[in-house]
T-cell receptor, first 112, second 112 residues
């Protein structure tokens, strides 16, 4: 079956850069997604990587290395509103084409 | 910007009762999903729906659960006989392709 590992908690200060790592074990990997969730609200889509490399969207970037089964989310110029939980999620052949399997999430705490 | 909507936002029910959770996916989307999140835990996939039929379902989605697209806009999740352990936040999601899934605000189900 699949497994995803990400740190449970990361702390940083406003204006800093933080990287949240995600390693996964799957069969028939399709892609890795990142979602942000504030206080049990709706998971909000941030990015999707199917191919190796870096995808940049504003202050957020996501990286994937398929050979290393590893990805990360990079948040730059941190703001207080970035305090939230961040989940990596994989799509793979074992779970099914349309299924997202989520990691346990990383709680990011941004302090002044 | 179009978004997924869900009703009700909070549902309280007695154990053994049937509940129907409702969702209106984004209008041009083709895939529809239900996920759940027990308080403090990760988001878990329940079922995906494409072309008017279930495409994938998890082990959680047993005979007590069913989904329906009764008309061109609504997508429902029915739990036939609720159990205490069904208490969770239920998220509906939709997507054009399976890679980028957009989540609704959720329905908090409390089973007493």
């Amino acid at each position: 079956g699949q497994s995803l590992e990400q740190p449970s908690e990361v702390t940083a200060v406003e204006g800093a850069i933080v990287q949240i790592n995600c390693t996964y074990q799957t069969s028939g990997f399709y892609g890795l997604s990142w979602y942000q969730q504030h206080d049990g609200g709706a998971p909000t889509f941030l990015s999707y990587n199917a191919l190796d490399g870096l995808e940049e969207t504003g202050r957020f970037s996501s990286f994937l290395s398929r050979s290393d089964s590893y990805g990360y989310l990079l948040l730059q110029e941190l703001q207080m509103k970035d305090s939230a939980s961040y989940f990596c999620a994989v799509r793979d052949r074992d779970s099914g084409y349309s299924t997202l399997t989520f990691g346990k999430g990383t709680m990011l705490l941004v302090s002044p | 910007e179009p978004e997924v909507t869900q009703t009700p936002s909070h549902q309280v029910t007695q154990m053994g009762q049937e509940v129907i959770l409702r969702c209106v996916p984004i209008s041009n989307h083709l895939y529809f999903y239900w996920y759940r999140q027990i308080l403090g835990q990760k988001v878990e996939f329940l079922v995906s729906f494409y072309n008017n039929e279930i495409s994938e379902k998890s082990e959680i989605f047993d005979d007590q659960f069913s989904v329906e697209r009764p008309d061109g806009s609504n997508f429902t999740l029915k739990i036939r006989s609720t159990k205490l352990e069904d208490s969770a936040m239920y998220f509906c999601a939709s997507s054009v392709l399976a890679d980028t899934q957009y989540f609704g605000p959720g329905t908090r189900l409390t089973v007493l």
